[in-house]
């Protein structure tokens, strides 16, 4: 092969390579969607929605999530669902809000960070207020965007005044 017919055959080659490459996501994009699905969890979750909290969540056993107090980690769609429809059940009317959220585009994933207060009755209807905060992973999946991963973590009280 001459020297000129190969490197047009070169050149060919790697702009034909070069257009198989898919598209760099665009981060914007991958925020807006990763704050929509936050403002529908908030949403549901104040709703009482188990359902609607749980569209937002991979369906996989491969889903994480790292709760509040009782389990140490809840592994598995079908665990998280479980662990979620029993605390709608004990806490009718708990109240879920966010603040100081930070949305990091890395490659296909959205991780997410920032405060959350809890309102709402404990199991015996007393009621309590909590702050805390938390990490989560978000990612395109068939089409949609979900979390894959969850970690809220409640604030220790201040510790107690010196005794005098």
Avoid at 11 to 40: S, Y
Avoid at 114 to 125: E, I, K, T, V, Y
Wanted: charged content about 20%; hydrophobic content about 45%.
């Amino acid at each position: 092969m001459k020297p000129i017919t190969l490197m047009i055959v070169l050149a060919a080659a790697i702009l034909m390579a070069a257009g198989c490459t898919p598209p760099a996501p665009n981060t914007e994009q991958m925020i807006a969607a990763a704050k929509e699905v936050d403002q529908r969890f908030i949403d549901a979750y104040n709703a009482g929605d188990v359902d609607g909290v749980m569209a937002l969540y991979l369906n996989s056993p491969d889903l994480v999530s790292f709760p509040v107090g009782g389990e140490v980690m809840i592994k598995g769609y079908d665990a998280m669902k479980a662990s979620l429809t029993r605390e709608f059940a004990q806490m009718k009317g708990a109240k879920l809000a966010i603040s100081d959220v930070h949305y990091e585009a890395a490659g296909n994933l959205v991780v997410t960070w920032g405060l959350w207060h809890w309102s709402g009755p404990m199991p015996d209807g007393t009621p309590m207020e909590m702050d805390g905060r938390f990490t989560d992973v978000k990612k395109e999946h068939d089409g949609k965007w979900v979390y894959i991963m969850d970690h809220p973590s409640a604030s220790l009280p201040p510790p107690p005044a010196p005794a005098q």
